[in-house]
């Protein structure tokens, strides 16, 4: 038997109802304030299951629509009861932090690119290494300066996740965690914000639960 662990959440939020991956029935196990969400396998490699990874996200983001969640990452699986329970145990400090920090809010993510590309991505096979990496050098000071007009997003997140990436497509990855009550001022700012950046495309996803906030 595996045990396929969706996330962790707290003792009083009442009971899990539902199924998961391959419709295997949700199950909770509890530690004390903590309960770990997680479903019972025969195959102990349940991620070889058809649409498991479309399962996962189905299940966690209902559980987020009821309750706090921290979300486990895709694909983590335990031996039984007994190493779950020591999980929590061992991490319960971490895990009621992290809860209180997402409690009452969801991920926004931001996808900002360059409308025109262009040929401004350079190949290293046709460019010299200094002219390659200055090439790379020069993208991403321009993907600073492009974070730097969605800092007026910050106002209305508890917290945020950025990554700069040196690539003139897709430069600028954020995840913002919102309180839910600010979900539709937040995409509101966004198309605010899209419409005064000429040549910027920007595409706001979720609200997810929040994966780019739990360790």
């Known amino acids: 038997m595996t045990l396929f662990l969706y996330g962790v959440v707290e003792a009083e939020t009442g009971a899990v109802v539902g199924s998961g991956i391959d419709d295997r029935p949700l199950r909770s196990i509890a530690d004390g304030p903590l309960v770990a969400i997680v479903t019972d396998h025969d195959d102990p490699d ?9 399962g996962y996200e189905r299940t966690v983001q209902r559980l987020m629509d009821s309750r706090a969640i921290l979300p486990a990452q895709f694909g983590r699986v335990l031996a039984d009861d007994q190493a779950v329970r020591a999980m929590l145990r061992r991490r319960r400090r971490d895990l009621l932090a992290s809860l209180d920090s997402v409690r009452g809010a969801v991920e926004l993510g931001i996808h ?3 409308r025109d590309t262009g040929d401004d991505n350079p190949d290293p096979r046709s460019e010299s290494g200094a002219a390659y990496l200055r090439a790379r050098l020069e993208t991403r000071q321009s993907a600073r300066r492009l974070a730097s007009e969605l800092d007026p997003l910050t106002a209305l997140a508890r917290s945020i996740r950025r990554a700069l990436i040196p690539q003139r497509d897709l430069p600028v990855l954020d995840a913002y965690l919102v309180d839910r009550a600010r979900v539709a001022e937040f995409v509101a700012l966004v198309a605010e914000l899209g419409g005064e950046l000429d040549e910027v495309e920007l595409v706001c996803t979720g609200p997810c639960p929040p994966y780019s906030f739990t360790s």
Do not use: I, Q, T
């Open 46 to 54: 349940p991620l070889a299951s058809p649409g498991a990874l479309d």
């Open 112 to 114: 900002a690119r360059w």
